[in-house]
């Protein structure tokens, strides 16, 4: 069973920095993209960034600010962010298109169960 686990969210002042981190386990046998969405309360989740390969993409709210990489250990992601602002709150949930061991021809989304960012003015 594919699982992702989050790390890293936290309370931080206005102007701060926080690093996300996403692994993922269990059965895989190849992830074709991971990124991340965040939802504030009573809001919808909302694409944050994603990576694909070498390409990424986010959202216009966090470009310049924001930067999604894969990191060393095999089927993680990391987030970092880099000036933070009150807007940015919300609880940040990592997900991966990922194709199983048990079929290989399809990719199905997988979510992790999301880290609370706060971010005080």
């Known amino acids: 069973q594919v699982r992702l686990v989050e790390s890293g969210g936290g309370l931080v002042q206005a102007g701060g920095s926080l690093r996300l981190s996403c692994a993922a386990s269990g059965g895989i046998f190849n992830i074709h993209t991971m990124g991340w969405y965040r939802q504030a309360p009573g809001e919808q989740r909302d694409l944050v960034a994603t990576i694909s390969g070498s390409r990424t993409t986010y959202a216009d709210s966090v470009k310049g600010r924001f930067t999604i990489s894969p990191d060393n250990a095999k089927n993680t992601v990391s987030l970092r962010m880099n000036d933070l602002k009150p807007s940015d709150t919300a609880v940040y949930y990592c997900?991966?298109?990922?194709?199983?061991?048990?079929?290989?021809?399809?990719?199905?989304?997988?979510w992790g169960q999301g880290t609370q960012v706060t971010v005080s003015s």
């Open positions: 997900f991966a298109a990922v194709a199983t061991n048990v079929d290989r021809r399809y990719y199905s989304d997988y």
